[in-house]
């Protein structure tokens, strides 16, 4: 018998009993497989986890408090462009077909960091080459500050080192915005992740049919093409999906912990 039959045929003799060690062994055996040993480590250790937990508890209910208020509240994150977000394959109509050289898709790497609204809005947007400072952050705030008509606001952010500086939170102080850091290792309570998962998987298209990788406004162009082309109905649902998450987080809902792929 098959790897295959034989699985199944022992499932039809004792349904519902997981197979223990010497049992895949014994299978492996029969069918000549050989045997790997995997050492899977977690992605967070246990304090990791409690430092997370601790510091949700004290994040999201203060979120959930500011996000009623008359205040707008934006959500900020950056993420980065660069040559490797390629794909290895591409549908195409029948008879039609497509010629391009992975070892040419070279240019240089686009940093972008932007802001969304409550309502899945993309309210500004910054972009830079390599990646983005301190004070090319500061710059950011000083054009959120403009778009909101010079109105305090409050700003959804990760904890990342550039958001932390002295510089950014003496901006931030001049401009009435009112940072609140994300815990850690919880970036899917960000709304904006998503919007970069579905801009990237558009960038990562069109970078098969774009021509000219060695001109900046073209590849600027793609990039902002790509980001505004999400609908906003799409990112307006994942910010109520994340809202959603927030009071399980706060109830103190089990750890899942995740392994790496």
Not at 191 to 197: A, G, K
Not at 198 to 210: H, P, Q, V
Not at 226 to 235: A, F, M, N, W, Y
């Amino acid at each position: 018998l098959s790897l295959q039959s034989r699985m199944l045929h022992f499932k039809d003799m004792w349904p519902g009993v997981v197979m223990s060690t010497s049992t895949l062994r014994s299978i492996y055996k029969w069918n000549s497989i050989k045997q790997r040993k995997f050492k899977v480590k977690p992605k967070m250790t246990m304090r990791q986890l409690e430092s997370r937990r601790n510091r949700l508890l004290e994040v999201l209910p203060k979120v959930m408090a500011l996000k009623d208020s008359k205040v707008p509240f934006y959500f900020v994150d950056e993420t980065m462009y660069t040559a490797n977000d390629k794909v290895d394959h591409v549908w195409l109509p029948p008879g039609e077909s497509i010629c391009f050289r992975p070892d040419i898709m070279r240019f240089k790497a686009i940093a972008v960091v932007a802001a969304i609204d409550m309502k899945g809005k993309i309210v500004s947007m910054m972009m830079k080459h390599k990646f983005i400072d301190q004070f090319d952050f500061a710059e950011f705030l000083d054009m959120l500050y403009m778009k909101a008509k010079k109105r305090p606001v409050n700003i959804f952010l990760d904890n990342l080192a550039v958001h932390r500086t002295i510089h950014v939170r003496e901006t931030a102080e001049m401009n009435k915005q009112t940072l609140v850091f994300n815990g850690p290792y919880t970036s899917e309570l960000n709304p904006i992740e998503h919007l970069w998962q579905m801009a990237k998987f558009r960038f990562r298209r069109n970078l098969i049919t774009e021509k000219n990788y060695l001109n900046d406004n073209k590849m600027f162009s793609l990039v902002r093409k790509c980001i505004r082309s999400v609908p906003k109905k799409l990112v307006k649902k994942y910010v109520e999906i994340c809202f959603r998450k927030m009071p399980g987080y706060m109830q103190g809902l089990p750890e899942r912990i995740q392994y790496p792929d």
